[in-house]
T-cell receptor, first 114, second 110 residues
Framework: EAGVTQSPRYAVLQEGQAVSFWCDPI?????LYWYQQPRDQGPQLLVY????????NSQLPSDRFSAVRPKGTNSTLKIQSAKQGDTATYLC????????????FGPGTRLTVL | QQKVQQSPESLIVPEGGMASLNCTFS?????YFWWYRQHSGEGPKALM?????GDKKEGRFTAHLNKASLYVSLHIKDSQPSDSALYFC??????????FGSGTKLTVEP
């Protein structure tokens, strides 16, 4: 069974530039999460979806960050105007609510904003 | 406010030794607790979950939960160099969202 895949694996930007991250969850998983993991810290939830619906985006900096999952499968997280404080690894995870609640993580995208 | 406090921040144990990691949490409504492990360059991977008070053993790993004391721990017996990684405790207050601690960096020296 294929795991969660993410692309790109690395991104380096200047402040003010835009960037998009793409996630392909495990097939059949109805719930998809985006986390931000600053260096030497634990992951922090940004947003999560059940199928195509946003369930909680309260931690998403809405003025610059956006996330979509239009068909309830793949998802894209976008930063419109990146800041140095956005430097972190962005992790995607998926789960199936009818099973054990375990979240399966992708390898992440490491973002550096100069 | 940090909802999950992990200790120690870093830990070095010899190969074959016992590693002990600790977490305290502040949400008395927490129902479900997890230990995740993250090797360098990878995403976190679940080690085990625990939701009942007491001990749960899976191979060399034993988790302990005490909800009254708001405390969860992980003990790794016969530590191997491949166990060197970041370890996170996490809890789920509502079976949806995971709240992670800040992590413990474990180094197992051959």
């Amino acid at each position: 069974e294929a795991g969660v895949t993410q692309s790109p694996r690395y991104a380096v930007l200047q402040e003010g530039q835009a960037v998009s991250f793409w996630c392909d969850p495990i097939s059949g998983h109805d719930t998809l999460y985006w986390y931000q993991q600053p260096r030497d810290q634990g992951p922090q939830l940004l947003v999560y979806f059940r199928d195509e619906a946003v369930i909680d985006n309260s931690q998403l900096p809405s003025d610059r960050f956006s996330a979509v999952r239009p068909k309830g499968t793949n998802s894209t997280l976008k930063i419109q105007s990146a800041k140095q404080g956005d430097t972190a690894t962005y992790l995607c995870a998926s789960s199936f609510r009818q099973s054990s609640y375990e979240q399966y993580f992708g390898p992440g995208t490491r973002l550096t904003v100069l | 406010q940090q909802k999950v406090q992990q200790s120690p921040e870093s830990l070095i144990v010899p190969e074959g030794g016992m590693a002990s990691l600790n977490c305290t949490f502040s949400d008395r409504n927490s129902q479900y607790f997890w230990w995740y492990r993250q090797h360098s360059g990878e995403g976190p991977k679940a080690l085990m979950s625990i939701f009942s008070n007491g001990d749960k053993k899976e191979g060399r790993f034993t988790a302990h939960l005490n909800k009254a004391s708001l405390y969860v721990s992980l003990h790794i017996k016969d530590s191997q160099p491949s166990d060197s990684a970041l370890y996170f405790c996490a809890y789920m207050p509502n079976y949806n969202v995971l709240y992670f601690g800040s992590g413990t960096k474990l180094t197992v020296e051959p």
